[in-house]
């Protein structure tokens, strides 16, 4: 019997549970053709209904399952790779450009890394539109492409492939445009279904708490965060999370070719801010550990640290980018392939004082009104917007020192967010608490 939408957008917008045939339906409606085509009203309709309404733990299961088998499943076994299958994935802040440092790291370190990744979505940045400032850079390599980078690299963050749950693509672009990116189920299926048709070995999640994430609250993260290990457990990915913070800006940078640059900084020893330096360190502890490449936490930081240090992380970057079509310099203090903006202007202190808390949301926007971002799921991405040299929580300033930097395509924008970033930016006369950059982490199965 044929299952039809209105009935199935019924049952949820009433706070009803949802049965593994509606929801097979529904997916099936995301990729179909002719009659069993749902139409972008009826997705975000039901997209709607259950970020009011929730979902039980067994329906986003069954979403999960649905989405992960709406395309192909990879199965690394015959790559013949002598290295497990890892990956991590965050789910999106400001500035976030953990991604580009993180997957060279633990390639050098032995694992192999297949980070399928996302753009944008609402005010966070996506991993995708970063790494595609990157003049010639494809982040849909051919099969055999991908697995000779992997072979060569370590690593390779590329896209899913429109054959890698084709469902949540389609599901992913109308939440991008519905208000409709916070459903922590939604959340949950679209992550673990694309890394569960990756073919991984193990997973470790980064959760974002704060103002600039979609968790605002711990009770939110701690509620995405079981939600991402249990479901990922129950399909038979062993997975962790952490929960960190985004409560400001994470790195100096926010906009795609500015942190590509700060990326390659780190990499290369030029500046590491110390709060991507953390997170950056225990993500990779965790991948680490939960894969069998190192035996505790305190032995995997000291890897990941020695293939900082001695540059290895940074060439297993440069393969990566060499080998997916991007420059072949990148790695070279002459490298110039990233575009800049026109337009850059200072963002000046109007008093002195400490930074003592930043609107991360509202900086987001305001990369996006700056050309940075999406308001619509077709619209193209400026990389080279942004801001830069942001001043962390608890930076001291004296009045008209920058509290950052803006990149703009023209002056009228530059001022526009200069004015949004005097208003997300908070000083005061105290430097307040410090607070730790890692807030809590899942049980060590």
Known sequence: ??????????????????????????????????????????????????????????????????????????????????????????????????????????????GVVPMVSGRGLGHTGGTLDKMQSLAGYSIAPSRSLLTRVLRDAGCAIVGASLRIAPADRRLYAVRDVTATVESLPLITASILSKKLAAGLDALVMDVKVGNGAFCTTMREARTLAASLVEVAAGAGLPTRALITDMDQVLGWTAGNALEVREAIDFLTGHAREPRLLEVTLALTAQMLELSGLAPNLADAERRARDALTSGAAAERFARMVAGLGGPKNVLSPRFAGLAKAPVVIDVPAPRAGVVTAMDTRAIGLAIIALGGGRLHAADAIDARVGVSHVRAIGAAVQEHEPLARVHARDRSEAMAARECLLTAVTLGDQRPPAETVVRWASARG
């Open 1 to 110: 019997m044929k299952i039809s939408p209105a009935q199935t957008i019924r049952i949820k917008r009433d706070g009803g549970a949802l049965d593994v045939a509606q929801i097979g339906a529904f997916v099936q409606g995301l990729t179909g053709r002719g009659d069993a085509r749902w139409s972008e009203g009826q997705i975000a309709a039901l997209a709607m209904a259950i970020l009011l309404k929730g979902m039980t733990r067994d329906e986003c299961a069954a979403l999960t399952q649905a989405m992960t088998h709406s395309g192909d499943v990879m199965d690394w076994a015959r790559a013949g790779f002598d290295a497990p299958v890892v990956d991590k994935h965050s789910t999106g802040g400001v500035g976030d450009k953990v991604s580009l440092v993180l997957a060279p790291i633990v390639a050098a370190c032995g």
